[in-house]
RNA sequence: GGAGAGGUGGCCGAGUGGUCGAAGGCGCUUGCCUGCUAAGCAAGUGUGGAGGUUUUCUCCACCGAGGGUUCGAAUCCCUCCCUCUCCGCCA
């Protein structure tokens, strides 16, 4: 969530940041003025308070040395005031309840160096890497080549689960395990990430550490006897991991890198990517994400994207990068950029990868803060991103390297931890 | 599922109705001392909010959360949440 001062002191600058975000700003004003009468009570009932502790006191004293009349006089003043304290703060506490449920539908401040635009269309491309193959034969799109190779099978995943669901066998399970241990292996040998392994199941309050409560609950899979929920994606149970905690600025940044299935009801996305395992309820992913601080956050979401990078470029896919800007940013990101990767089925590029920095955003809904050297405390910044999409690669993989008999080069980085050099 | 224990400042930990925002210790900061390091000595050190004479100050709140009793609650009562232990079940 972003500071409530911000929006009491600069509510022209929130409301325009919204706009940038092609978003309604009604809210800055609800919160506005309920602000405004939350303040106004507060010094009520402080003053009330204040004058409630004198007369304590003074009943303290007086029981030792004063008459008993003084004291009843006191202790009855004391219940008048007690009485008026009672009624505003059952108002105040309505209002701060209000106020605090508004202020959680409030997304991210856009950086100042997000392109204002209102849609995916204005989405600028920053840079590529690569060349699309040209093939001299008819490329099948992976939905046909996996089946054909007997490796894919949607129809018998769309009994056991519904639709979008894939079951693999053989050489295409193992080539989605192969990814993952090569990823993992990339980041925390090469990139000095500290690999964790986290539970997929969380805690409401967890959720709303990263954004995706309670704005987004449709969008979650909820297990409702236990009101937990099933991550969306591992930034949640690793960015939280670190909540309600605080960190000694020598100890920063962190970075953890973590293996998880992701599950998404992909609720509102009805006839978009239906065909093969683009969209799926469940996908695999390696996530990374850093714990960092303000003066650095920026400069870090630079290197976090070059380690996604790195993946696509080791297995040589090509890809290319594109800034968000600030009509398609995400509700909790002050700044994005996607990696897609080239996919002959779509004849275009495909995100692979979303790296943001969240600002304080997720920590001031986390409560996670550091001690500054000079001993003052602030909030960390939070970054996050795929390192990368493991369903996504091996779709890219198999429709990048398919040869013409049907089967499957293997890229040479993949070769050790399959042992093969062609699936299929 | 059954039974029990517990949640206090950055950490540990005292504190059962009135100068308790909270002893003590550790940690941290600063100074002194010291060939170096360590140790030692001294002082300081919670967070948030509102206001203001805005680098000095005042007031308020906060001892898991919420309610209650009371002139007054970390302390008493109720509800909830969370953590841990043992038993049962179980990959």
């Not at 309604?24 to 010094?43: G, Q, Y």
């Not at 060349?131 to 799109?141: N, T």
């Not at 990339?186 to 964790?196: A, I, P, Q, R, S």
Request: charged share 30%.
């Amino acid at each position: 969530m972003i500071d409530i001062k911000l929006i009491r002191e600069k509510p022209d600058f929130v409301k325009q940041a919204l706009l940038n975000r092609n978003q309604d700003t009604k809210i800055v004003d609800d919160i506005l003025s309920l602000d405004v009468r939350f303040r106004n009570l507060t010094n009520q009932v402080n003053q009330l308070r204040s004058q409630r502790n004198a007369i304590s006191k003074q009943v303290a004293q007086k029981k030792a040395s004063g008459s008993s009349q003084e004291v009843e006089a006191l202790m009855n003043e004391g219940k008048k005031i007690g009485e008026q304290i009672d009624s505003i703060e059952s108002e105040l506490k309505e209002i701060e309840q209000q106020i605090n449920r508004l202020v959680l539908f409030v997304p991210n401040i856009p950086d100042s160096s997000v392109p204002i635009g209102k849609d995916e269309t204005f989405n600028p491309e920053i840079r590529r890497w690569g060349e699309p193959r040209k093939f001299d034969f008819p490329a099948q799109a992976h939905w046909d080549l996996g089946p054909a190779l007997g490796l894919m099978d949607f129809d018998r995943a769309s009994k056991l689960s519904g639709s979008r669901f894939t079951v693999m066998y053989k050489d295409f399970a193992r080539l989605e395990r192969a990814l993952m241990n090569f990823m993992l292996d990339l980041h925390t040998k090469e990139h000095g990430y500290t690999e964790v392994w986290v539970p997929h199941l969380v805690k409401r309050s967890t959720m709303t550490t990263t954004g995706q409560l309670p704005k987004f609950e449709e969008e979650a899979y909820r297990i409702e006897a236990d009101d937990l929920f099933l991550i969306p994606t591992a930034e949640v149970p690793l960015v939280a991991l670190r909540s309600d905690e605080i960190l000694e600025e020598k100890e920063l940044p962190l970075l953890y890198t973590a293996y998880t299935p992701c599950y998404r009801r992909e609720a509102g996305s009805y006839g978009k990517d239906v065909r093969g395992m683009i969209r799926q309820h469940q996908f695999d992913k390696v996530e990374l994400v850093w714990i960092t601080t303000p003066e650095r956050s920026f400069e870090d979401l630079e290197k976090l994207v070059s380690h996604a990078e790195d993946v696509l470029k080791r297995l040589e896919l090509p890809y290319r990068v594109i800034q968000l800007c600030t009509g398609d940013l995400g509700f909790g990101a002050a700044k994005t950029y996607d990696l897609e990767v080239w996919l002959p089925s779509y004849n275009a590029y495909k995100e692979i990868s979303s790296c943001s920095n969240d600002t304080d955003f997720q920590a001031r809904r986390g409560n996670m803060r550091y001690r500054r050297k000079d001993g003052k405390l602030a909030f960390v910044h939070t970054l996050n991103g795929s390192g990368v999409a493991i369903g996504r690669t091996l779709v890219a993989v198999v429709e990048n390297y398919q040869r013409p008999d049907g089967k499957i080069d293997v890229p040479k980085a993949l070769q050790p931890y399959l042992g093969c050099e062609v699936l299929g």
